[in-house]
């Protein structure tokens, strides 16, 4: 049965319906809004768990339902790691940078850096942010179209476009109070869809296994091994890069990155400011571990459910009109034959509760895993042959397929309208934050007069727009990487570590001035990129997260530097 005529008519009704309902009300309930003030910062009247669901649902793009689960199901619940840093970062966000920025009253965090060193200081970070953040807008819409184009056999480009449109009309037309009241009911969508995919699961599992019984079966195959207490480079994810890397990622991203704080410059006070983001702080990685959780219950599930060689319908689809057609079909019979001792292994387990059977289940798991990475190879090489761009890493098809092929009816539009709600609620934030930042830090502070707020607020709705139809124009052309997820916290970690250095000599170096500043931020930014190419054609090894750390550390040390050596040079001419 082709994927797309699984969606019943009352899926499409539950898609339609939600989505739309989400967009109207959202250019509805902020549709008088006619100052500055209202549309950037919301009126200011945020409560705080307005606040913490919106910082919430900015971060927790589509990428996040589509590619955490996958993330598990293949490698296991370790990915929660990234996560340890973010409730230190809220901390001290809430002690350092809430206070300053409620104080001056800045419509964005860069405004700030104008007044602590200069203006070039403040459009280089500025733009910094611009050049990280569009990127990161187009990659949210197409995260989400580029999977369920392959899925559904949708439209690519379509898709695109279409998302991209419905988050525009609301942002344009609202606003930051928009994007904050449309994120309330995206989050609900989201965790109502969530939660109900994962007691379906549970609820799909043979009679004798017990929840207990199904962390069992992933723990023997490693899924359930949660910290990494090792220092090695080789692992990506350790509780070491999660604290150091995550804090110095997380300060970054909620610190000043302008998608975040224009969520929270929107509350009434400072301590609707504050709570908003300990609630976030507090639920961040209980959040991540769940959605995890239900990725490594979908592998739980495809223990007793036979499951694709991969996951991904075009490579399939690609393989079996190739010359490669009759080894990947050998492939497919060798996973049967596993699939079929293990479910007899599994039966036994049941039976007789005996331990030794979960040592036998990850060893039939490590054959399995073995015949899917030469379904990879032989997917590259297809690939390759046939000069054509084929994605051989399926995690981002794993929860998508369980979804379509054994959810109920009017469930799979709901877990659809999950998706596409988590792209729409970062994407608005993104946009909303691009617009806010092109008006208050170039436009405004460059056009050399004062203008009116109907005419600011005019531009603002211009350059939201212009972002948005940018961001659509990207996810076009994009293309995937390893792993969505991973993508986009690559993009953010080669730019944020410099950033939060810059924030950081503006906080607690006084002495250090705007030229050693300026200059030492392009320098950074340069070693920094330097650095992650060296890592990809694996010159060094320093997995992305380390970045964050890197870039703060060496935009300090060099902002020091060349002030020292400046400071020195003027007492030098003085002297003489």
């Given at each position: 049965?082709d994927?797309?005529?699984k969606l019943a008519?009352?899926?499409?009704t539950v ?7 989400i967009v109207l009300?959202?250019?509805w ?5 006619k100052?500055?003030q ?5 009126g200011?009247?945020?409560?705080w ?6 910082v919430?649902?900015t971060?927790?793009?589509a990428?996040?339902?589509?590619s955490?689960?996958g ?7 370790g990915?929660?790691?990234?996560y340890?840093?973010v409730?230190i970062?809220m ?10 920025y ?6 964005t965090a860069y ?7 200069d203006?070039k ?5 500025a ?6 953040r ?15 184009s ?5 439209n690519l480009?379509l ?8 988050v525009i009309?609301y942002?344009v037309s609202?606003g930051t109070?928009?994007?904050s009241?449309?994120?309330?009911h995206?989050?609900a969508?989201i965790f109502?869809?969530?939660?109900i995919a994962?007691f379906l699961?549970i609820s799909?599992l043979?009679?004798?296994i017990?929840f207990s ?5 992933a723990?023997?195959s490693?899924?359930m091994?949660v ?6 480079l080789e692992?990506?994810y350790?509780v ?8 110095f990622?997380?300060l970054?991203y909620?610190?000043t ?11 009434k006070?400072?301590?609707e400011?504050?709570?908003g983001l300990?609630f ?6 209980p ?9 490594v219950?979908?592998f ?8 694709p060689?991969n996951f991904?319908?075009?490579a399939e689809e690609?393989?079996s009109n190739?010359?490669?057609a009759s080894k990947y079909e ?23 509760n005996?331990?030794k059977?979960t040592?036998y289940?990850?060893l039939?798991n490590?054959?399995?895993q073995?015949i899917r ?5 032989i ?6 042959e046939?000069?054509t ?8 098809y794993?929860?998508i397929h369980?979804?379509?092929?054994n959810l109920?009816k009017?469930l799979?539009g709901l877990?659809?309208a999950?998706i596409?709600s988590a792209a729409?609620?970062?994407?608005a ?7 806010s ?6 436009y405004k502070?460059n056009?050399g007069k004062?203008?009116d707020?109907?005419h600011?607020?005019k531009?603002?709705k211009f350059?939201?727009?212009a972002?948005?139809?940018l961001?659509i ?10 792993n969505?997820?991973?993508l986009?916290?690559i993009?953010?970690?080669?730019f944020?570590g ?11 170096f006084k002495f250090?001035?705007g030229n050693?500043?300026?200059i030492?931020a392009?320098i950074?930014q340069l ?12 010159y060094?090894n320093l ?7 890197v870039g703060?550390?060496?935009v ?6 060349i002030?020292?050596m400046?400071?020195?040079d003027?007492?030098n001419?003085?002297?003489?």
């Amino acid at each position: 049965m082709d994927a797309l005529n699984k969606l019943a008519w009352l899926d499409w009704t539950v898609l339609s319906v939600t989505l739309l309902t989400i967009v109207l009300y959202g250019a509805w309930k902020t549709r008088k809004n006619k100052n500055v003030q209202d549309y950037l910062k919301g009126g200011n009247d945020s409560k705080w768990w307005t606040i913490g669901l919106s910082v919430m649902a900015t971060q927790a793009s589509a990428i996040t339902f589509l590619s955490t689960p996958g993330q598990a199901f293949h490698d296991g619940m370790g990915f929660v790691q990234f996560y340890f840093g973010v409730p230190i970062a809220m901390v001290v966000i809430c002690m350092v940078f809430i206070p300053l920025y409620h104080r001056l009253k800045v419509y964005t965090a860069y405004e700030f850096l104008e007044n602590r060193f200069d203006l070039k200081t403040r459009t280089l970070t500025a733009i910094l942010f611009l050049v990280q953040r569009g990127l990161a807008a187009g990659i949210t819409i197409f995260a989400p179209a580029i999977i369920l184009s392959a899925v559904l056999g949708w439209n690519l480009t379509l898709l695109n476009i279409i998302i991209g449109i419905l988050v525009i009309i609301y942002t344009v037309s609202g606003g930051t109070k928009a994007v904050s009241v449309t994120q309330k009911h995206q989050m609900a969508v989201i965790f109502t869809g969530m939660f109900i995919a994962f007691f379906l699961i549970i609820s799909y599992l043979p009679d004798g296994i017990t929840f207990s019984k199904a962390l069992d079966i992933a723990g023997a195959s490693g899924k359930m091994e949660v910290l990494d207490f090792s220092f090695s480079l080789e692992n990506r994810y350790t509780v070491w890069s999660g604290l150091i890397g995550g804090t110095f990622l997380a300060l970054s991203y909620f610190g000043t990155d302008q998608s975040q704080v224009q969520r929270y410059l929107s509350g009434k006070s400072i301590k609707e400011m504050r709570m908003g983001l300990i609630f976030n702080g507090l639920l961040k990685v209980p959040m991540q571990f769940f959605i995890l959780l239900v990725g490594v219950m979908v592998f739980v599930f495809y223990q007793f459910n036979s499951s694709p060689i991969n996951f991904n319908p075009k490579a399939e689809e690609a393989v079996s009109n190739s010359a490669y057609a009759s080894k990947y079909e050998t492939l497919k019979a060798e996973q049967e034959k596993i699939f079929n001792d293990k479910e007899t292994i599994i039966n036994k387990y049941i039976e007789t509760n005996d331990a030794k059977y979960t040592d036998y289940i990850a060893l039939a798991n490590e054959a399995d895993q073995d015949i899917r990475e030469e379904a990879k190879q032989i997917i590259k090489k297809v690939a390759e042959e046939t000069n054509t761009k084929i994605e051989t890493n399926d995690k981002d098809y794993v929860f998508i397929h369980f979804i379509l092929n054994n959810l109920p009816k009017g469930l799979i539009g709901l877990l659809l309208a999950v998706i596409l709600s988590a792209a729409m609620s970062s994407t608005a934030s993104e946009l909303n934050a691009l617009g806010s930042t092109t008006t208050m830090d170039l436009y405004k502070r460059n056009v050399g007069k004062e203008v009116d707020d109907l005419h600011m607020v005019k531009a603002s709705k211009f350059f939201t727009l212009a972002w948005g139809v940018l961001a659509i124009l990207i996810a076009c052309v994009a293309h995937l990487a390893d792993n969505l997820i991973q993508l986009v916290n690559i993009i953010g970690s080669i730019f944020y570590g410099n950033v939060l250095g810059i924030f950081l000599l503006a906080f607690f170096f006084k002495f250090v001035k705007g030229n050693a500043v300026f200059i030492g931020a392009i320098i950074t930014q340069l070693i920094v990129i330097a650095l992650y190419l060296l890592n990809e054609y694996n010159y060094i090894n320093l997995p992305y997260l380390w970045l964050n750390f890197v870039g703060c550390a060496i935009v300090i040390a060099i902002a020091i530097l060349i002030q020292s050596m400046l400071k020195s040079d003027t007492i030098n001419k003085t002297q003489e």
